[in-house]
T-cell receptor, first 114, second 111 residues
Framework: DSGVTQTPKHLITATGQRVTLRCSPRSGDLSVYWYQQSLDQGLQFLIQ???????AKGNILERFSAQQFPDLHSELNLSSLELGDSALYFC?????????????FGPGTRLTVT | DQQVKQNSPSLSVQEGRISILNCDYT??????FLWYKKYPAEGPTFLIS?????DKNEDGRFTVFLNKSAKHLSLHIVPSQPGDSAVYFC??????????FGAGTRLTVKP
C-alpha cells in the first residue's frame, strides 16, 4: 500500500460527458502528479501540482484540467469525453517539488468512455 | 515523440539467472533516471534511481547502469525470482520539469 488513494476505482460514462477523478496523496507529500495510461502504452505524464500550485505540465489536453486543494488532495477533471480518453488514470505523490523524482503511485482509476 | 524507449516489450528468464532490462533516451537534457515495477491491477512501484553524475547504483538484487554517451540505461536483477515477474518502466526527467516514461517491458521469471 503506497498510501496514495484514488477514487473511484472504475468509471463508465458516455462520450461528451464530464468526470472528476480524485486523489489523496501520502501523508506529508506536497507534490501530486497525474498520468494517463492507454492500452498497451506507457505512462503519459499529464500535470504536477506542488502545494497547491501548478509545477509542471506534460501532455495534458485542453479538455482536461486539474487542481490541488489546501488539504493537498487533487482532482483531475476530464470534459467533452471521447472514446480515446478511455484509459487508466494514475495519481502519484512525492515530498519534493522536483519533477521526476521518486514517486508513490495510487492504484489508478479505470475510465471507460462508451 | 518517444524520448524514452524500451525496445523489448517482453523478456523471459529462468529463476536464479540475471535479468537485464534496457532503456534508451534521446533527450540529452535528462539528468535523472528511474525504474518502476508494476503488477497487474496496481500502480507502479518505485524500484531504483540514478543521477546523471553517476554511472551505477546498486540496491540489493537491483543495479542500474547509466551510459551517458550512449544515452542508455539498464536494470540488472540478480538473481531473478518468480516474484520479479511484472512490467518494468524506465523514466527520465530533466531540470526543465519534463518527465517521460518508456512503454514498459514485461518480465517473466520462470521457476
Amino acid at each position: 500500500d503506497s498510501g496514495v488513494t484514488q477514487t473511484p476505482k472504475h468509471l463508465i460514462t458516455a462520450t461528451g460527458q464530464r468526470v472528476t477523478l480524485r486523489c489523496s496523496p501520502r501523508s506529508g507529500d506536497l507534490s501530486v502528479y497525474w498520468y494517463q495510461q492507454s492500452l498497451d502504452q506507457g505512462l503519459q505524464f499529464l500535470i504536477q501540482y506542488y502545494n497547491g500550485e501548478e509545477r509542471a505540465k506534460g501532455n495534458i489536453l485542453e479538455r482536461f484540467s486539474a487542481q490541488q486543494f489546501p488539504d493537498l488532495h487533487s482532482e483531475l477533471n476530464l470534459s467533452s469525453l471521447e472514446l480515446g480518453d478511455s484509459a487508466l488514470y494514475f495519481c502519484a505523490s512525492s515530498e519534493t517539488p522536483l519533477t521526476g523524482r521518486e514517486q508513490y503511485f495510487g492504484p489508478g482509476t479505470r475510465l471507460t468512455v462508451t | 515523440d518517444q524520448q524514452v524507449k524500451q525496445n523489448s516489450p517482453s523478456l523471459s528468464v529462468q529463476e536464479g539467472r540475471i535479468s537485464i532490462l534496457n532503456c534508451d533516451y534521446t533527450n540529452s537534457m535528462f539528468d535523472y533516471f528511474l525504474w518502476y515495477k508494476k503488477y497487474p491491477a496496481e500502480g507502479p512501484t518505485f524500484l531504483i534511481s540514478i543521477s546523471s553524475i553517476k554511472d551505477k547504483n546498486e540496491d540489493g538484487r537491483f543495479t542500474v547502469f547509466l551510459n551517458k554517451s550512449a544515452k542508455h540505461l539498464s536494470l540488472h536483477i540478480v538473481p531473478s525470482q518468480p516474484g520479479d515477474s511484472a512490467v518494468y518502466f524506465c523514466a527520465a526527467s530533466g531540470n526543465n520539469n519534463d518527465m517521460r516514461f518508456g512503454a514498459g517491458t514485461r518480465l517473466t521469471v520462470k521457476p
